[in-house]
């Protein structure tokens, strides 16, 4: 078994990835021709380096429940990081959202 701090690193990793796949997948649904937008790199990123300090801090004072096993530690960790990276995106999608509605209803003038 990998150590747990490892397992639970890995945990929130691919939580995050799994909330910005769910969200860009959403994205194309709604706009086959869309591409990737930098906002999914910017907020994963964030997100994980809110997850990593998180877990850091976390497990440096409470340890990590080991008898919850490899499978566990990951079902937990998962959970935890695919949070940390919906807590990053709903705002941020939010503001773009509404600058990009902002922006529309603007009038140049002529």
């Not at 799994?18 to 994963?44: E, N, S």
């Not at 801090?57 to 919906?86: A, C, D, K, R």
């Not at 922006?103 to 002529?110: D, F, L, R, V």
């Amino acid at each position: 078994m990998l150590e747990p701090i490892l397992l639970a690193l890995i945990g929130y990793v691919v939580g995050g990835l799994l909330r910005t796949a769910y969200d860009y997948l959403w994205h194309i649904l709604d706009d086959p021709t869309a591409t990737w937008d930098q906002k999914y790199t910017v907020t994963f990123l964030i997100a994980t380096i809110l997850s990593f300090i998180s877990a850091l801090v976390t497990f440096s004072s409470i340890e990590i429940p080991t008898q919850l096993g490899t499978t566990g530690i990951l079902i937990l960790t998962i959970s935890q990081g695919f949070m940390v990276n919906h807590l990053v995106n709903k705002p941020v999608t939010y503001l773009a959202e509404r600058k990009a509605a902002a922006a529309s209803t603007t009038t140049t003038p002529e």
